[in-house]
């Protein structure tokens, strides 16, 4: 069945990233790279994602079938992993996940493509198949738990990558069995105006206050990734082999959120559902920084992944789709996918990443994390203020939500 083979490539799709991503910080910092060099690694997705517009758009779209590209992006992708978990010296680590981004990234939006031309209703079709990649992420943890011990240091913890990049050896043979969906040669459905279009559409006041407040809300989800492992870790005292299963909590908690966003977007409209899903993240870090010796409330906040995604994230994605004109509204997609998968990440990179160097002791090596997370809990309230004083769609609410 076509959305069965669909639903396990993006389970696999997601697991790779799922593998490696929430220790991917607190390895760095057992390599003893500096903040400079942890924020130019975290920047590497940013920079993937610029490139990625114009490759996967211009280039890949038009000369390779999807499931081929995706079959080569996956054999460069997990030999550069591998390469990550035997380099320990900053530029062949650096080089490695450049490379491992700069393929998967693109990566990303072509397993999208050949899922929307196999589908015979996209619209009602692809959630439940995208809910594959977040299952993915959950069962990639629960290896963990066997391989890692529960003061892992870095020889133990670069099994993420070794992991990540088998994942992507086996993604990359399952593509050559997925339909085969042919290079768009002719170019067609690319109109190569629309990303100037989908940009003069910011001048309307409701859009362009969305479009700032995804900055900063991907800034801030961006940098919950960044800091979350070693908080556990290191302050709450949970085993480095448990800390992932910790955090997988908030993906068990967007499957059941997402099944319930259509109804919450209908009878609250886009605005309030909006800001639930960012006084989720204001909640979360508020809770990190007052209640760090209660284990129960930090695992239990874990839970906010799914408001914070499903309710933000996923209803950005459906306004942009509502609000654009159709001839524009792929690309205006890309520009806000821009934002959360590219610049918020670069963003949360180059001010987080300082901002724990600044706030460690230097002698003791401990981060003063009620000050850390204070920050990103004021951001998200400073982006509900904007949300609630400025963005005035011309809809109150969507008249109805394809099911998620």
Not at 103 to 109: E, L, T
Not at 357 to 362: E, I, K, N, V, Y
Request: glycine content about 8%.
């Amino acid at each position: 069945m076509i959305q069965t083979r669909l639903f396990v490539m993006m389970l696999l799709q997601l697991a790779i990233w799922g593998a490696y991503m929430p220790k991917l910080y607190p390895y760095m910092g057992l390599l003893k790279f500096e903040a400079w060099q942890q924020s130019l690694v975290g920047s590497a997705w940013g920079i993937a994602a610029i490139v990625g517009i114009f490759f996967s758009n211009q280039f890949a779209d038009r000369n390779f079938s999807a499931e081929r590209f995706l079959a080569a992006s996956n054999v460069i992708g997990g030999a550069a992993l591998l390469g990550c978990a035997y380099f320990t010296d900053f530029w062949p680590f650096f080089g490695c996940y450049l490379v491992f981004s700069m393929v998967y990234v693109p990566s990303m939006s072509v397993a999208n493509a050949i899922a929307f031309a196999n589908l015979r209703d996209p619209a009602a079709q692809f959630g439940v198949i995208r809910m594959g990649g977040t299952i993915g992420w959950i069962m990639v943890s629960w290896p963990f738990f066997f391989l890692l011990t529960a003061n892992a240091g870095a020889e133990e913890i670069r099994q993420i990558f070794i992991v990540a990049a088998v994942v992507s050896f086996a993604f990359a043979a399952y593509s050559l069995t997925l339909p085969h969906t042919p290079p768009n040669r002719s170019g067609a459905g690319t109109d190569p105006l629309a990303w100037r279009k989908a940009i003069k559409i910011l001048g309307i006041p409701a859009v362009l206050v969305l479009f700032i407040v995804t900055f900063i809300d991907s800034t801030v989800h961006n940098g919950y990734f960044m800091m979350v492992d070693d908080y556990l870790t290191k302050r709450v005292g949970i085993d480095a082999n448990v800390s992932m299963l910790v955090q997988s909590l908030g993906q068990v908690a967007e499957i059941i959120t997402m099944f319930v966003l259509g109804y919450v977007l209908i009878r609250l409209g886009w605005k309030t559902t909006m800001i639930i899903g960012i006084l989720g993240h204001a909640a979360r870090f508020l809770a990190f920084a007052f209640f760090p010796d209660s284990v129960p409330t930090v695992i239990a906040v874990q839970l906010l992944h799914g408001i914070c995604y499903a309710f933000f994230f996923a209803t950005v994605y459906i306004f942009v789709d509502a609000a654009f004109p159709k001839d524009v509204r792929s690309s205006a997609q890309g520009l806000f996918n821009l934002l959360i998968l590219g610049i918020g990440v670069v963003a949360a990179n180059q001010f987080f990443a300082p901002l724990m160097a600044q706030l460690t002791d230097p002698v003791t090596g401990i981060i003063d994390y009620r000050t850390l997370f204070m920050w990103p809990a004021g951001m998200a309230l400073v982006a509900v203020l904007l949300l609630a004083f400025f963005f005035r769609p011309a809809e109150r609410a969507p008249s109805s939500v394809a099911p998620q």
